[in-house]
């Protein structure tokens, strides 16, 4: 009865059009009224839900984000991408992939990574003989990169929910998942991501022969030479510094996560307003304004999960899940399949970080029973949570990009086969090969990451 009461009215408010964090909430509510526990139950679990002092990093790594993404950073990122490969076939598109990729480390978001080298990118890829649908494609793919960077406040919200999470592997006690670990466990999977929506914007380009202009013309431009790529690259560099300062303040024990985010909110701060001098009042005030919101949304998010913890704990959803799991298959790589069927359709559905909230205390007990680690996981996650991005009816990112391009949401999807195609091959790469989500974070700390 509880159970129904639950998921049935979190349904229901999200079928009306009442947001995800509010209907979430509704529903612990009415779970709480019905099983008769008191209601400031659901209130010390919301409270107790955001007062972490890791929780500081997600406000200050959305500030530098938008700092970065108001202060003219992507301009600088796609001149770089432009003179290293855009002389290739398709090579507009390839720039693109490879600055969206490189502009993901800077704001952590995919929203903000389209937003901010779609406005630039798009429009051009338009003017200069690209499709529409092609242009949103590949802005919209390469963009999820930012969700597997060090800024990613996602990843954040990650090892919150992971935490109190135990199990066994290779015989060692693992009880939630480290930060540190997390922000570094993502750059190798970011180079498959890179790599496969390459391979598919190539592969489309050469199909079509893009570039086509108007006059018929399909010349490639020509390489500028190495001295010209040398120069944008080091127009790029103090942008793309912030990643560095963030993974050896980490690595070298100088800071915290959380204060590694304020390092790089001042850093940001300093590059845009006295180094490249285009962060002005109105710019400032937008970030901090856009700042401020979404970090309303995410922690009322991290508020309300944790009064579902509580419900999935009390009602013993988890272990409900895992029988009918265990009871398909006992096979673990056809189970972790299963899992990542189940995340992309979710994710289709549910926004990232409710996603993240949500599945993690379902699916994590599951993967370490299948020898998966926290660590490992979480980048399986964050790459399932990232393709609903992208997909309807949700597909936040995949509508930016779309009225960026002006174009339906409908003829993308028709033509996005190939990029679906590609960040699922990343997904099964790096829930098959845990090396590559591990190995990194190992060497860093000196001792095995799961």
Same mark, same amino acid.
């Given at each position: ?21 509010? &209907? ?10 019905? $099983?008769?526990?008191?209601? &400031? ?24 984000? $938008? ?57 051009l890829m338009k003017r200069e003989g690209y499709s529409a649908a092609y242009a ?148 400032? =005030? ?124 409908? $003829?993308?999807?028709?033509?996005? =086969? ?20 591990? =190995? ?11």
């Amino acid at each position: 009865m509880e159970l129904a009461i639950l998921s049935g009215s979190f349904l229901l408010l999200l079928v009306l059009g009442v947001p995800v964090s509010f &209907a979430l909430g509704l529903s612990c509510v009415a779970a709480y009224f019905v $099983e008769g526990l008191p209601i &400031a139950t659901a209130m010390q679990s919301m409270i107790s839900g955001m007062n972490a002092f890791s929780f500081l990093a997600v406000p200050f790594f959305i500030f530098s984000g $938008e700092l970065m993404l108001h202060g003219g950073i992507a301009d600088r990122i796609l001149r770089f991408a432009q003179a290293a490969v855009g002389h290739f076939r398709g090579g507009l598109g390839m720039a693109n992939v490879v600055a969206c990729t490189l502009f993901g480390g800077v704001s952590g978001s995919p929203t903000a990574d389209t937003s901010a080298m779609g406005g630039v990118v798009i429009p051009l890829m338009k003017r200069e003989g690209y499709s529409a649908a092609y242009a949103v494609n590949v802005t919209t793919h390469a963009s999820l990169a930012g969700a597997l960077m060090p800024t990613s406040t996602n990843m954040i919200i990650y090892a919150f929910a992971a935490q109190g999470i135990t199990g066994v592997l290779n015989g060692h006690q693992v009880s939630g998942v480290s930060i540190g670990d997390l922000l570094f466990s993502g750059l190798l999977p970011v180079l498959w991501v890179m790599g496969f929506v390459l391979a598919a914007a190539y592969w489309q380009a050469v199909r079509h022969g893009y570039p086509r202009r108007p006059d018929g013309s399909t010349e490639l431009p020509k390489f500028p030479g190495w001295y010209a790529v040398a120069r944008s690259f080091a127009g790029a560099v103090p942008g793309l510094m912030v990643i560095a300062i963030i993974l050896v303040c980490v690595a070298k024990g100088i800071a915290t996560a959380t204060e590694a985010a304020a390092i790089a909110v001042v850093y940001s701060l300093v590059l845009t307003t006295v180094v490249y001098r285009t962060l002005n009042r109105a710019k400032l =005030w937008r970030a901090l304004s856009h700042a401020a919101r979404t970090t309303g949304v995410v922690l009322l998010l991290i508020a309300v999960s944790n009064m579902l913890r509580f419900q999935m704990s009390y009602l013993e959803i988890p272990d409900a899940i895992e029988h009918v799991l265990k009871q398909s298959t006992a096979a673990p790589w056809l189970m972790l399949l299963y899992i990542n069927v189940l995340q992309v359709f979710l994710g289709t559905f549910v926004d990232m970080a409710a996603h993240i909230l949500i599945t993690t205390p379902l699916f994590l007990p599951i993967a370490m029973a299948c020898g998966v680690g926290p660590v490992q996981f979480g980048i399986m996650l964050l790459l399932n949570c990232s393709l609903g991005l992208v997909h309807p009816p949700i597909g936040s990112v995949q509508f930016v990009g779309c009225a960026i391009g002006n174009v339906s949401i409908g $003829e993308t999807t028709k033509v996005a =086969w190939p990029y679906y195609l590609a960040i699922f091959s990343a997904i099964n790469i790096v829930t098959y090969l845990p090396f590559f989500s591990t =190995w990194l974070p190992s060497l860093i700390s000196g001792h095995p990451v799961y």
